[in-house]
Each structure stands twice: as C-alpha cells, then as structure tokens.
C-alpha cells in the first residue's frame, strides 16, 4: 500500500518558499507526488493559510475526495533553446518562463511551475557541462564547505603546533560570508559551524547547499533519494531549511562558495600568514577582523560591498527559531524500571510510572535527557555533569500514588533479604535508608538479590556480611565483586580451619570461633 502523501505539510514547506524538488529531497518524498500536489492547489487556489487550522486527514480529503494520485505530465521546455537565448542581453529565465507557459497555454499542454523549470534548467548546464546563467535570489541560498587551506597556532603549553581548519559559508546573491576556524572536522562541529553561520546572517535561507561529506550526507546516489544522517536532517527541520547536497563532483552547483573559498586564501589566511598565535581564542578574533574587512571591501565589478546588499538580503531571510538547535546524542531501547527510573550515564532519570517494563528511547544534548516512548516525550530531566555519578532525578508525578502499587513493594523486598540472612537483611535495609523516594530502593535491592540465584544464598550472604564490614552502604558491585572472585569461599574455609574451643571454655564443642563485623572493620590490629 502506498504511503499518503503528507499534503498539509508540503503546503507548509511550498509557502515557506521551498520548492517541490527541495521538499523531495529533503522529506524522501516522489518529486511527482509533490509537483502533484502543487498542482492540485494552484487549480484549486489553496494555500497554506487556508487548510492551516485543518487536520492532515481532512486536508487530504479535500486534495483527493477519491484517494487516488494523479500523475502530472507536463509539456518539456526546449533547454537548447533557452541556454542560448540567456547569452542575449537582459534576458531572464523569468522572462523565457513566461513566454514557455504562455506557449503552453496556447497549445493546450500543461506548463511545469517556475522552481521545476529553473531545476530542469540547472540539470541541463550540469549534463552538458556548461555555465548556467541562473540569477540569484536573495535568501534562497546559503553555500556551505571546508576550506581546503589551512591555518596554524602554537600551543605555549605543549609547544606543539596545532592546525586549524575553516568552515566557510556564502549567501549567493550578496556574497556575503561567513568564516569559522575549528579544531577538527568532526559531525558536531560541522553542525555547531551552522548554528553560528545562521546566527550571523541574523536568519535563515531556504535552502543550505553543502558538499557530499561524510559528516553530513549518507548516501547521495545517481537516482533515488539523498540519505541525510539523521542529525545534519533533524538540523535542517529545526531551522526549517533544505539541506541539498551538490551532485557528486559537481563543484558549480555551489560555486559561490567555491569561490568564496579562493578569495578568504588571499583576504584572510595570506593576510594572516606573518602572524604567530599563541591560542587558538586569539587566531579566532583576528580571523573575525580580517572576515569583517573582507565584507566591507567594495567589489570590482558591481556597485557597493558584500555587506551594503546583505543589508539589503537580510530582508528576505527567514527569522531564527526561539530556541537554537541542540545538538543531541539519541539512545535507544533502554528500560523503564521497577522504581520507575531510566539509567543514563551512571545517573538515573524518572518515568512516569504507567511506563514500568517498557523500553525508552533518549534525547540528550548539553543540558537536557529526554525521554520518549515510542513517538512520544514522557519526561524531561535536566542532565547531570558527567562528574556526577550515583544521582537520582526524580518527578513526584512520575511516581505511583498511594492507591496504586507495583508488582514488588519494600516490606516483600525485605522479607526476601531477611530470609536469606541477617547479613542480606541489614544491606537492604541500608539500601532504602540511603534513598528519598523508596521506589528508588527497588531495582538496587533485587539486584542484590538475584545474586543469590547465580551464585547461592548462602554464599550472597557471607559476601554481604564481608561488605559490611568494610563498606557503610554496600552495593550490587561490591558484591559481585567478592562473589566473582571468590573471596567469600576463601573467608568461609578460614572460619572452617579455626580450632575448636576445648570443653569447659563456655563455647559450644560444635561451634567454631568465629570474628565479629568489628575485628575485620580495621579498628584493630591482627593478632
């Protein structure tokens, strides 16, 4: 069965100025099932304004009352044609889009919209491996790539000599760039160099063009759909702009940057090249001076600098979400607890206790661990400090209430710990003595516990009796520790090989002498 065509969201994109080549791609949708919707709305005249406050479901209905996609065909441009009439003088392909769909119109075929013509157009220079004459809009575009050149600063501490790379990003019609010196070359810098580059542009452009790196794109094959890693994708739908990868080995279709990158060897890493850093902080601020005169310098060709237009091109970029992206580290399939705690780290996140025994996925970034079930966020934490460890971070509401009691509750715990042995008794104890919450003291304890099951009760509890004499609050780790190595078979054999007390000692003939929890404490010396 087909998948449905996600109408209400491609009127979205289509209004935030997104053509329907830009939201195949970047959505994995049909580039026909797109262009089809398109269509239906221009004919229909919807917009997203229009079906904005409409369920998707109902927003379908009203595309395709039938349920049934009607493949668009529309009548080819003669591209031979309009390459050689964009060399005569003041003619667009605005202007040879118009005289198309007016001849279109004329015969009775179908016009294809101006976006498709101007890609049908772009993929015509690339076949043919001529220069396209395409005119830049401004805010459509922001060009991304690595400089190929490199800088260097010297490290006082170490002496060591530490090379930089550059992120360099372009805005097309004005020119205008951004340069970012970075450490390495890494997913996360890469992302990072986009948050600031957006940030500095005081916007977003509709599409961000990039290279086929292995830090962003996935697989970008001759045919089909470009595979995104999932945070280069997750970036580009916070900022709600197109991430398009050039064709494989196609540097014209960003050449702004390719350019760009050219020029800053000269205005910024040539001007720089007599100058020692000794951190990487001050090659940073001197890189920002020279990038602000290399805005500021006026062009050779045109009137005005790359800033004077971006002042104009701001205009036409869309604002900046509220919130910057995070950049997350997504964990999967982790388990909801007895004490309705997930484990992240080594520290542990409340879940609302309707979840207990399902498997939870991770959210987390900088500053926060969110947790999802299925599709769903359920609970958001703020993260502990990697330094932290053994922390509980715990939602009163995420806990049961007095009415409703999990599958175990302290006094069973206890009962089983108590039957095993005073020992195994007094370790859980201290385990729900050292907890707020006494659900916390759940998935501990039967940890401790089940080490009876592999290993005997009997030996669990001269292992708990050993821990409790060096340990205020033993712990599952403490002793499995003991028990895997044995320790607790080596103590039992040295109680069983001390002599038996004589008769008339006031000791039992049958009981061995055995050293209280205060004498292997070291309170005092071995005797």
Not at 420 to 444: C, D, L
Request: proline share 4%.
């Amino acid at each position: 069965m087909a998948n449905k065509i996600m109408v209400k969201l491609i009127l979205e994109l289509r209004a935030a100025h997104m053509g329907r080549n830009a939201i195949a791609r970047t959505r994995h949708m049909s580039v026909n099932s797109v262009g089809d919707v398109f269509h239906i709305a221009d004919r229909l005249g919807i917009t997203y304004d229009d079906i904005r406050d409409k369920e998707e479901d109902e927003v379908y209905s009203l595309f395709y009352p039938d349920k049934h996609i009607v493949e668009n065909m529309y009548h080819q441009p003669d591209y031979d044609y309009i390459h050689g009439e964009l060399k005569r003088v003041g003619v667009t392909l605005k202007l040879l889009w118009q005289e198309y769909r007016a001849s279109c119109a004329v015969g009775g075929a179908i016009a294809m919209g101006y976006t498709k013509f101007c890609k049908g157009y772009s993929d015509y220079t690339i076949a043919g491996k001529l220069t396209s004459h395409i005119e830049r809009k401004p805010g459509i575009a922001a060009e991304v790539d690595w400089s190929g050149s490199t800088m260097t600063f010297l490290e006082q501490a170490t002496g060591e000599i530490v090379t930089v790379n550059l992120f360099v990003g372009t805005l097309p019609y004005s020119q205008y760039s951004y340069v970012e010196p970075c450490l390495n070359m890494r997913q996360d810098t890469w992302l990072m160099c986009h948050i600031h580059m957006y940030e500095f542009f005081c916007g977003v452009t509709a599409r961000t063009v990039c290279d086929n790196l292995k830090t962003g794109v996935i697989s970008h094959p001759k045919e089909g759909d470009i595979i995104l890693n999932k945070d280069y994708e997750a970036l580009g739908s916070h900022y709600m702009t197109a991430i398009l990868p050039t064709g494989v080995k196609k540097p014209k279709q960003k050449a702004s940057v390719e350019g760009t990158v050219g020029k800053i060897a000269t205005a910024i890493i040539a001007k720089l090249r007599n100058e020692t850093f000794f951190s990487f902080d001050a090659l940073r601020s001197a890189v920002r001076v020279k990038l602000d005169e290399f805005n500021a310098e006026p062009f050779q060709k045109r009137e005005g600098s790359r800033k004077d237009v971006f002042i104009f091109e701001r205009q036409s970029l869309r604002p900046l979400p509220a919130i910057p992206y995070e950049i997350a580290e997504w964990v999967y399939g982790r388990s909801v607890y007895l004490d309705c705690h997930i484990a992240y780290g080594k520290n542990r996140y409340s879940c609302p206790h309707q979840h207990v025994g399902k498997k939870a996925d991770l959210k987390v970034t900088d500053s926060a661990v969110e947790i999802y079930i299925g599709s769903e966020r359920v609970s958001t934490h703020i993260k502990f400090p990697e330094y932290v460890q053994n922390r509980y971070s715990t939602h009163p509401e995420d806990m049961p209430d007095k009415f409703k009691r999990l599958e175990w509750d302290d006094a069973r715990i206890r009962n089983w710990a108590d039957s095993i042995g005073k020992s195994t008794g007094e370790v859980v104890r201290r385990i729900f003595a050292g907890v707020a919450i006494k659900e916390q003291g759940y998935n501990p304890s039967l940890s401790v516990l089940n080490l009876g099951k592999r290993y005997t009760d009997v030996r669990l509890e001269v292992a708990c009796e050993m821990a409790l004499a060096t340990v205020r609050s033993p712990r599952y780790h403490h002793l499995k520790a003991i028990l895997a190595s044995n320790q607790d078979l080596v103590f039992t054999e040295r109680k069983t090989d001390l002599p038996t007390p004589k008769p008339g000692t006031g000791t039992s003939e049958t009981a061995g002498y055995v050293r209280g929890a205060d004498y292997y404490g070291g309170g005092r010396d071995d005797e």
